[in-house]
């Protein structure tokens, strides 16, 4: 069965110097106990008939036996003695020293007077009982009670054999040290031996006030154990501090009667609360401690999901409730309804009590609760062959030498002394040849028991220049594991390094399908990233997490640039020599760890490199495609008009960019001159331009019907399609072959020059503002006359504010001056002219797209179709 534990933060040695003082105190205590509850002491041979308990003010009487003088007397239940043939006392010590010293001293016959304070009477009360032979007095039993009363007087061994071994076997394990010291109380709960009181003073105060330290938190403690063994209760789930508060509670009703051996409230509890309440608050919080204790572990029974944790809680579970539940129902009776047990009811009782440590043993070496015996007996076995081939060397070459020796003395002559150096010559050969064999055979005998016996600093360099050579994680994974398993020899070895993604992937190793992949918020991954060196578990420590299926004894972290990230994880199984993973073995691991985390960076490095340039290509390609596309979106060939030739061209500053121009063809010599600029570059501003052109493209028919109507609707819908910050300036303008006539709407778009053929200037103002700002829009439709020779030039602002930096722009001015100074031309010609001279004006540098309409208008007759 698992045992879900928290790591102790203790060191080992500071754990095992506590567990040899518990030990110590536990063994003298048992002695002890064994020792004088054989002990004969004086006993008294009268009796009156009644059941005593002690307090400082008198002697309660729980319970008066039928028939004998006592009741005959008038005792009653409740009664309190508070004074024996005259005497008092100040302590229940004394009262009960009191009642024993009367008892020695009289005989059946004798009359001895109580004074009684008895409930309801104001004054005391006085009876004058005759003494009785005590029943059983002098009456063995047999055989049978001999044999039993000698079981009873070996009460503590079992308890205390069980519980020493688990702990100093698990001295790391939290539960053991619950489980060594819920034993320990169980030892306390014997009955206290009248010969105590024949021990050394200090001696008696000591052993009374152990005795009633661990008797006071007996229940609580059971809880406790229970609460966390072999998971957490839903009881400890749901209020963890329980077990915490009736251990403080029980110790507090239990320990004030330390000097004299019996559980009794502390005395600032009695001077809260009455007596008889505090009391009653007493048993309530031990047998509700105990029923606690036994749901939980009830719990634990019904919950158990596989088969082998099933019959491992199934033995401890049935030897707990069969071996404690009778003594609580015995231990109740006799408190609450003062009932007299039988010696043989109490034999069976402590007989079957005995079942709850027996069950705990055979359920550790039975069905590995602790995982025990195998390393018991795998170390035993290593010890014997290994010592064993040692011994066996030895014998032979003693024996050989001395064979030899003997071989030897017939060459010489009787009393000669040469013998004995060429013998023993011989035995230094036969044993320096025995020592090579031995270390040979040892080496086979450490791989047969999977000891390790390595040179970390040449698996370190090994490592080191290795992973100079690996490329990946798989690789550096089968790495990894390769050199652990050669150097420790772990039942298994997963490693996790971490992906693009964020997660543990196991790249080595045979993981069950659901811990493939561990996420760095799991439980147990959290906190191992914040250790900066291999974290031993104890056996189900990761209960509960993704981890547990894997049965990890040892996980190593390994970590990145920052102490807190983790690249990886080694995951390492119990070794297969069953030893635990030692200090050297942690340093090896935590060198291991940080080859590796170099290895990961360098790794990830390469990975990010490599994903970076192929990014950049795929962006490359991406926006080459894309130049393409939107290349193909605008006009392809110019407008064939009789009256006007255009041209247009789109120089961006970027692969793709938001400028628009296009050449709408409404067909009966009606030509669309469209130009946009969407605010914004690149491809935002490119998926706008192309938003918009489809817009346009979708119902631009209407222009000659509704120019207004046309250019309402295209706002409408670029203002819903587009964020707040996005709007666009256009010119628009539908110009008719037949009469020279351009109709425009100038939304808020730089004013296109229209240079007339007598050297006039004039200019399209905005009639609207621009589009997509705003929902509620409205524009104005204007209209000029072209004449012969006129050229009409809509550009963007790339070409007025074109410069060779931020300080000077190439202008309006130098536009019309430009336009102007063009000789008669193609519409092709003047735009390459004018193209060039603000190139030229700007020095190569461009900072804005460049976009540029050009129409001229010529005589009908002569025009041609570009």
Not at 66 to 79: H, I, M, T, V
Not at 388 to 410: D, E
């Amino acid at each position: 069965m698992a045992i879900a534990t928290t790591e102790s933060r203790l060191s080992r040695p500071l754990l095992w110097a506590s567990g040899i003082v518990f030990a110590a105190l536990t063994i003298f205590y048992s002695a002890a106990w064994m020792y004088y509850i054989r002990r004969p002491v004086p006993m008294p041979q009268v009796e009156i008939g009644f059941d005593e308990s002690y307090s400082a003010d008198g002697i309660e009487i729980q319970n008066v036996h039928p028939g004998s003088p006592a009741e005959k007397s008038g005792l009653r239940a409740n009664d309190a003695i508070v004074g024996i043939n005259g005497s008092t006392a100040g302590s229940p010590q004394a009262w009960a020293q009191l009642m024993r010293q009367v008892w020695l001293g009289s005989h059946p016959g004798d009359i001895v007077t109580l004074t009684l304070r008895r409930p309801g009477d104001a004054e005391p009360v006085v009876i004058t009982p005759r003494f009785r032979a005590r029943q059983g007095a002098g009456d063995t039993g047999g055989i049978a009670r001999t044999i039993a009363v000698q079981i009873l007087d070996l009460y503590p061994l079992l308890f205390l054999v069980v519980g020493l071994a688990v702990l100093f076997l698990r001295v790391e394990d939290r539960n053991a040290w619950l489980l060594a010291l819920l034993f320990a109380t169980f030892i306390s709960a014997g009955d206290m031996p009248d010969s105590f009181a024949a021990a050394p003073p200090h001696l008696r105060a000591f052993l009374i006030a152990y005795r009633t330290l661990l008797q006071s938190v007996l229940t609580g403690l059971f809880y406790f154990f229970f609460a966390v063994f072999p998971t957490r209760s839903p009881i400890d789930r749901k209020v963890p501090w329980l077990k915490w508060a009736l251990l403080v509670a029980c110790f507090c009703l239990g320990f004030g009667g330390y000097r004299v051996g019996y559980t009794s409230p502390l005395p600032f509890i009695l001077a809260l609360v009455p007596e008889p309440v505090a009391q009653d608050a007493r048993r309530v919080v031990v047998y509700g401690a105990i029923t606690l204790g036994l749901v939980s572990l009830l719990y634990n029974r019904i919950s158990a999901s596989n088969r082998d944790d099933v019959r491992k809680i199934k033995v401890i579970f049935w030897g707990t409730v069969v071996g404690v539940t009778p003594a609580v129902v015995i231990a109740l009776a006799q408190e609450v309804f003062h009932a007299q047990i039988s010696f043989w009811l109490n034999f069976v009782k402590v007989i079957l009590l005995f079942l709850f440590p027996a069950s705990f043993a055979y359920a550790v070496l039975k069905h590995r609760v602790m995982d025990i015996p195998v390393l018991l007996k795998r170390s035993a076995r290593y010890f014997m062959v290994e010592r064993g081939f040692l011994i066996l060397i030895f014998v032979l070459s003693v024996a050989l030498t001395l064979w030899f020796g003997q071989a030897f003395s017939h060459f010489f002559s009787a009393g000669s002394k040469a013998a004995v150096p060429v013998g023993a010559t011989f035995g230094v050969l036969v044993i320096s040849s025995a020592t090579q064999v031995h270390r040979r055979v040892r080496t086979r005998l450490d791989r047969a028991f999977f000891r390790s016996s390595y040179d970390a600093q040449q698996i370190l360099e090994d490592l080191a220049a290795r992973t100079l050579n690996t490329s990946s994680r798989e690789g550096l994974a089968l790495l990894l594991r390769q050199n652990i398993w050669d150097a420790l020899h772990p039942r298994s070895a997963i490693i996790y390094l971490r992906t693009g993604t964020g997660f543990l992937h196991a790249f080595a190793g045979d993981p069950p399908p659901e811990a493939a992949d561990l996420s760095s918020a799991d439980a147990g991954i959290a906190e191992l990233a914040k250790r900066d060196g291999p974290w031993e578990l104890i056996p189900g420590q990761m209960e509960g997490t993704p981890l547990a299926p894997l049965g990890p004894e040892c996980l190593v972290p390994i970590h990145g640039s920052s102490a807190n990230t983790l690249e990886g994880v080694a995951v390492l199984g119990p070794r297969l020599s069953e030893e635990p993973y030692s200090s050297s073995d942690k340093r090896l691991l935590a060198s291991v760890a940080s080859h590796a985390g170099i290895a990961m960076r360098s790794i990830t490095l390469a990975e990010r490199m490599a994903e970076r340039m192929e990014a950049d290509r795929r962006t490359e390609q991406e926006m080459q495609i894309a130049r393409e596309v939107q290349s193909r979106l605008l006009p392809q060939q110019p407008p064939s008009l009789k009256t006007l030739e255009c041209s247009g061209a789109c120089i961006q500053t970027r692969a793709v960019g938001g400028d628009y121009y296009d050449f709408l063809d409404f067909g009966s010599g009606r030509l669309g001159l469209v130009l946009a600029d969407i605010s914004g570059k690149g491809m935002s501003a490119a998926l706008l331009m192309a938003n918009l052109q489809a817009n346009l493209r979708g119902q631009y028919a209407l222009a000659l019907e509704d120019m207004t109507r046309l250019l309402r609707s295209v706002n409408l819908l670029f203002y819903r399609n587009t964020q707040t910050s996005h709007y666009a300036t256009m010119f628009f303008g539908v110009y008719d072959d037949a009469t020279r006539r351009l109709r425009y709407v100038n939304c808020g778009h730089n004013a296109p020059i229209l240079a007339r053929s007598n050297g006039r200037i004039e200019r399209l103002q905005a009639t609207a503002t621009v589009l997509g700002l705003f929902e509620e829009w409205e524009c104005t439709a204007e209209e000029c006359e072209l004449s012969p020779g006129d050229i009409l030039v809509i550009y963007t602002d790339g070409i007025s504010e074109a410069g060779p930096n931020d300080q000077e722009e190439y202008g309006e001015k130098r536009l019309v001056a430009a336009i102007q100074g063009q000789p008669p031309q193609t519409a092709s010609q003047v735009l390459q002219a004018i193209l060039s001279e603000v190139q030229q004006f700007s020095q190569g540098h461009q900072a804005d797209d460049m976009t540029l309409i050009v129409a001229t208008c010529q005589d009908g007759d002569k025009n041609t179709a570009a």
